[in-house]
């Protein structure tokens, strides 16, 4: 974390685990960004859906999310597990997981996923 936003960790080691949201800055491109439909599961599924309906990487914005273990704070220095981004991926922001509020039992979802 950048030392300007330090502060803002305070508290954070009370989580077990965090929401990461971050940009996929190599799909930040005019093709992945018009990209509307897709096949999910890295076209392994023969049914063409909505990139708002599916985790396809290309998307109008590229932002990314991702539910992290959180190992360790040090100072300004996260270490996480299950991260899900590349290397120098720009992260967007930070947020607690609370189960009550992020967990919904019984949520539908397509037969394929």
């Not at 439909?37 to 590229?62: E, M, Q, W």
């Not at 299950?82 to 607690?96: F, N, R, S, V, Y």
Request: hydrophobic residues 35%.
């Amino acid at each position: 974390i950048h030392p300007e936003f330090c502060e803002a960790l305070k508290g954070i080691e009370e989580y077990s685990h965090l929401i990461i949201l971050y940009w996929m800055h190599l799909r930040d491109n005019e093709r992945d960004r018009r990209t509307l439909l897709v096949h999910p599961k890295k076209g392994t599924i023969p049914i063409l859906t909505g990139v708002f309906a599916c985790r396809s990487p290309s998307r109008p914005n590229p932002i990314g999310l991702c539910i992290v273990e959180l190992l360790k704070r040090d100072e300004c220095t996260l270490t996480v597990k299950g991260l899900d981004a590349i290397e120098d991926t720009p992260i967007i922001d930070i947020k607690p997981y609370i189960p009550k509020l992020d967990s919904i039992p019984n949520a539908q979802t397509p037969k394929w996923t």
